[in-house]
């Protein structure tokens, strides 16, 4: 999840049948740079001047006159000046003529998007989109509290789960054959709270897959998402989001493993007794030794390691000791868009030894720079007008601090994200790792809607395939991102975790590992 709401809501309030407060989206810190480059204009080269053959003094035939035109020599220079100019003049205008013609040849040949559609929906129906991330059971939470285990998912037209960016009409129109559900709970929960809620965020989860047992069923294995996906069904999967989630307990993490938890975060928007976050101040450089502990317990549980959230030292210690490979389930990378939550290039280089994946974001302020330094701006603006207890220009008036912030807004329009970004996410991770180590984490309703245009719902994925055809992807590029990518990593954490079968269970606590 990526925005802020969900992170200041009152942790009581994540009870059974409680409603969130504030906005639903996760805390995001946002940072941002860059501009539009502008056109360069480019001059034509004017006509090449032809100098005059010159004429020896003295080259008059005596007895003839010097006036114009009477000297055959004079007529034949002047003659090869013309005939120079005239083949050049020629040779100007065939340049010219093939330019134009490029040109017009390049406007006059557009892609057939009916035959790529139709292209895309072949290879999507041969290899179903695995989605790293999507927040559904918290979204659920927060918007319907009083309809938990009874909301139609069906995506009815009347139906007010289409609010939501996610539903099973629209998961079948965008080719999804396997999710992983997020679990989040706000990082502000730790101890046994944390379980509890933890633990009723998987019931979410868990009892929407039983009430549609036509859609969908629960996965544990890469081999199990194949079965599932040769029923038409969509395969199932739970995502901790956050280590704060296990109550500072490995016994609880093998719990949760139990229950289908196939991956576990090990922060979230702030650092834990795991490891330090990418948007807190460090204050670990990097793993903890608990943290490390646990990484060991999750190879050996063969539960993918997720290092999305967390700080850059924490990615590249967790690669190094983890001995199956990691996985980012729903980031970017920080060379396209300079935010924190992104992943620099020499850990997509990492992750590439280590045979890992990166699962890019869809939420704008991960993709854009524009957007990022935008949402920056709005967020400075809201907490000017109106900070209380203390600040704010018209604090205790929010009616006047909100027609300020609408006044902002109007003046400074909101960027505009595109589906060719997100591609130039992909790609670049693509050019720096390579095509087999980046997949799709879409964070959808965990964004607040916050997507690009044409990537709006988890309808959608096939536009971003088509976008990527039309870039010269062959078929096998394209299933590889869809979804061949992370079985292959799921099928290595397995065959670690079956390596480590006769390594004894341990329960080590986070005070006897910092004695």
């Known amino acids: 999840m990526a925005r802020r709401g969900r992170e200041s809501a009152n942790p009581s309030l994540l009870n059974s049948g409680a409603q969130y407060t504030g906005s639903r989206p996760k805390l995001l810190h946002r940072r941002n740079h860059g501009a539009a480059a ?22 008059l035939e005596p007895g003839k006159s010097a006036r114009r035109g009477a000297c055959p020599r004079l007529i034949l220079a002047n003659s090869t000046r013309a005939l120079v100019v005239t083949k050049q003049l020629q040779t100007w205008t065939i340049l010219a003529t093939l330019i134009a013609a490029m040109a017009s040849s390049a406007v006059a040949a557009p892609v057939d998007d009916a035959a790529m559609r139709s292209r895309i929906e072949r290879v999507l129906s041969a290899t179903p989109v695995i989605d790293g991330h999507n927040d559904l059971p918290a979204a659920l939470r927060h918007d319907f509290p009083d309809q938990l285990w009874t909301m139609d998912l069906s995506g009815a037209a009347a139906s007010p789960i289409t609010k939501l960016q996610t539903d099973i ?34 019931d979410i989860a868990r009892g929407f897959t039983e009430r549609y047992p036509q859609t969908f069923a629960m996965a544990g294995s890469a081999a199990d998402i194949e079965q599932i996906q040769k029923s038409g069904r969509i395969a199932s999967l739970l995502g901790v989001e956050g280590g704060h989630q296990m109550g500072s307990s490995i016994s609880v993490l093998r719990q949760y493993y139990g229950l289908g938890v196939r991956y576990m975060t090990l922060t979230h928007t702030s650092n834990n007794e795991l490891a330090d976050s990418a948007t807190d101040n460090p204050v670990h450089k990097g793993l903890t030794p608990f943290g490390r502990a646990v990484v060991e317990e999750m190879n050996r549980l063969g539960m993918l390691v997720d290092v999305s959230h967390v700080s850059p030292d924490s990615m590249r210690q967790a690669i190094a000791l983890s001995r199956a490979p990691v996985i980012f389930s729903h980031s970017g990378a920080r060379a396209v868009c300079e935010h924190p939550r992104n992943v620099p290039d020499d850990v997509l280089k990492l992750v590439a030894e280590r045979d890992g994946i990166v699962m890019v974001n869809f939420y704008s302020g991960y993709v854009s720079n524009d957007f990022n330094r935008w949402s920056a701006d709005l967020a400075a603006e809201t907490a000017r007008y109106n900070s209380p207890p203390y600040d704010g220009i018209y604090i205790g008036q929010p009616d006047l601090a909100a027609a300020a912030l609408a006044r902002w807004k109007a003046a400074h329009p909101k960027p505009v994200v595109t589906t060719a970004q997100v591609a130039d996410h992909i790609e670049h991770i693509v050019k720096v790792a390579g095509i087999d180590h980046v997949g799709m984490g879409s964070d959808f309703d965990g964004i607040d809607g916050e997507a690009p245009e044409g990537l709006q719902s988890v309808a959608d994925f096939p536009n971003l395939f088509v976008e990527l055809a039309r870039r010269g992807w062959s078929d096998d590029m394209l299933a590889q991102l ?10 290595k954490t397995e065959a670690v975790a079956a390596d480590l079968k006769s390594v004894p269970l341990g329960n080590p606590s986070v005070a006897d590992l910092t004695k």
Do not use: D, Y
Not at 38 to 59: F, I, S
Not at 176 to 186: A, D, E, L, N, T
Not at 482 to 491: I, Q, S
């Open 38 to 59: 502008g056109l360069r204009h480019r001059r034509l080269r004017r006509t090449p001047q032809v100098p005059r053959p010159a004429v020896r003094e003295g080259a």
């Open 169 to 202: 009409a629209r998961l079948k129109k965008g080719h999804v054959g396997g999710q992983f559900w997020s679990v989040w709970i706000p990082g502000s929960m730790t101890g046994a709270e944390a379980v509890k809620a933890t633990l009723e965020q998987i």
């Open 482 to 491: 869809a979804g061949r990518n992370l079985l292959r990593v799921m099928r």
